[in-house]
């Protein structure tokens, strides 16, 4: 019998408060800021990796923005992009069978005194098999997992989303991002989105992130893309901007398909082992546009020059 809730995050009984990251979230959320909280949420998940404390956070914001009605006190709702970012996977409680997904007000609450009144789904007691109310049969509450004797209920816990939005199964640190893109260019938060998505849970201290115009043909299909990107982080390589040994083997390619912003290509490049690449650390540096590296501060940023296709 498969359990169903290997991706998710457990709550533990007792656990380590960070009062840094309490007093800036519960700020912003008694200002009805609940975007800005959730960010603050969504950096720390990022930096400093699964904790019970930003998870409790992140579950009471999500819940926030998944009422139906709105609540006139917040001024600054929770967005669907944060509702469906990869880093709260582990919190959401996933239907198996239509990939629904959910934050479940049982995840930390004491659900003995909880009454449930039109559950948004139910959940096996004993594998965590879960479906959402579409997805019930109400006169069946018998797990349908295979070989599972247990019946559908509550408390309905986190399961992950291993089927819409499985964990990252990478965990190196990271050294460089390159990003291609068509028709739109990649702005920063579109950046940081497409590395949440690509490479969740991974330590992105001190990378660079770039993005470029893809120029291969369109026609010519996405392998010729790949090579073409492949093509661009050797470059990078042979300019000292990427460490050398293995960048072929430390790459992998990651096609996103961004809303409204069309394909992306992103490639993704784990650190050596060794070296200095290996130790990166300070905030991510994002050069979303074709600009030449320098440290050179004297000079004047030069202006947007995307790249055009030669004929
Ligand atoms: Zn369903
Ligand atoms: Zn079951």
Do not use: C, K, W
């Given at each position: 019998m498969v359990k169903h809730d290997a991706e998710a995050f457990h709550f533990p009984e007792q656990y380590d408060p960070l009062p840094e990251l309490t007093d800036e979230v519960d700020r912003l959320w008694h200002e009805g800021r609940n975007k800005s909280a959730l960010d603050v949420v969504l950096r720390s998940l990022r930096t400093e990796g699964r904790s019970a404390q930003a998870f409790g956070w992140a579950l009471m914001l999500l819940r926030s923005g998944m009422r139906r009605t709105p609540d006139l006190g917040v001024v600054e709702p929770v967005t669907q992009e944060q509702i469906g970012n990869p880093y709260f996977a582990p919190v959401a409680t996933e239907c198996a069978r239509c990939t629904k997904f959910w934050y479940s007000a049982h995840a930390q609450e004491n659900f003995e005194n909880l009454v449930l009144s039109n559950p948004i789904g139910l959940q096996c007691q004993v594998c965590r098999y879960s479906l959402c109310r579409n997805c019930l049969d109400s006169r069946n509450r018998n797990c349908p997992n295979e070989g599972c004797l247990g019946e559908l209920g509550a408390p309905v816990l986190p399961t992950g989303r291993p089927l819409g939005k499985p964990a990252n199964p990478y965990t190196e640190k990271l050294e460089h991002v390159l990003i291609l893109w068509r028709s739109t260019p990649t702005s920063q938060d579109e950046a940081e989105e497409l590395l949440d998505l690509a490479c969740t849970w991974q330590e992105r201290d001190g990378i660079?992130?770039?993005?470029?115009?893809?120029?291969?043909?369109?026609?010519?299909?996405?392998?010729?893309?790949?090579?073409?990107?492949?093509?661009?982080?050797?470059?990078?390589?042979?300019?000292?901007?990427?460490?050398?040994?293995?960048?072929?083997?430390?790459?992998?390619?990651?096609?996103?398909?961004?809303?409204?912003?069309?394909?992306?290509?992103?490639?993704?490049?784990?650190?050596?082992?060794?070296?200095?690449?290996?130790?990166?650390?300070?905030?991510?540096t994002y050069l979303l546009f074709d600009e030449p590296d320098t440290d050179d501060e004297d000079r004047p940023p030069r202006k947007r020059r995307w790249f055009r296709r030669g004929r």
């Open positions: 660079t992130v770039r993005s470029q115009v893809n120029q291969s043909d369109e026609r010519d299909g996405e392998e010729a893309e790949r090579r073409m990107g492949l093509v661009l982080a050797g470059l990078y390589e042979r300019h000292g901007m990427i460490s050398e040994d293995g960048l072929l083997q430390r790459t992998r390619v990651v096609p996103i398909q961004s809303p409204g912003r069309g394909h992306r290509l992103v490639f993704v490049t784990a650190a050596p082992e060794t070296g200095v690449a290996s130790q990166l650390s300070g905030p991510v």
